[in-house]
Nanobody, 123 residues
């Protein structure tokens, strides 16, 4: 089973940027599609971005398309989320997770969640 640890969250002003990292343990990391999801207070966990095991295919939620970029380095067992032009509505706890199969576009398609990292965007 893959264990995941997110980092890189913090407080940033609107319009700023952050890069989140998700370090995975286990030799099977490269065989999983990976995703980033987020959960704001009082809201359900929502899909943000996903990447295939090879890195060749990516998907984004409409709300982040053109602003966020997901990538992975299988040699380092790490997946990244580069976030630019941040908005106050991006404030949430961000989680990375392994897909249960192919790329998933909803939280139900993921397992092996990390503990999350807080992103706060001030206006």
């Amino acid at each position: 089973q893959v264990q995941l640890v997110e980092s890189g969250g913090g407080l940033v002003q609107a319009g700023g940027s952050l890069r989140l990292s998700c370090a995975a343990s286990g030799r099977t990391f490269s065989s999983y599609a990976m995703g980033w999801l987020r959960q704001a207070p009082g809201k359900e966990r929502e899909f943000v971005a996903a990447i295939a095991w090879s890195g060749a295919i990516t998907y984004y939620a409409d709300s982040v398309k053109g602003r966020f970029t997901i990538s992975r380095d299988n040699a380092k067992n790490t997946v990244y989320l580069q976030m630019t032009s941040l908005k106050p509505e991006d404030t949430a706890v961000y989680y990375c997770a392994t897909s249960t199969g192919r790329i998933a576009l909803s939280a139900s398609g993921y397992a092996n969640w990390g503990q999350g990292t807080q992103v706060t965007v001030s206006s």
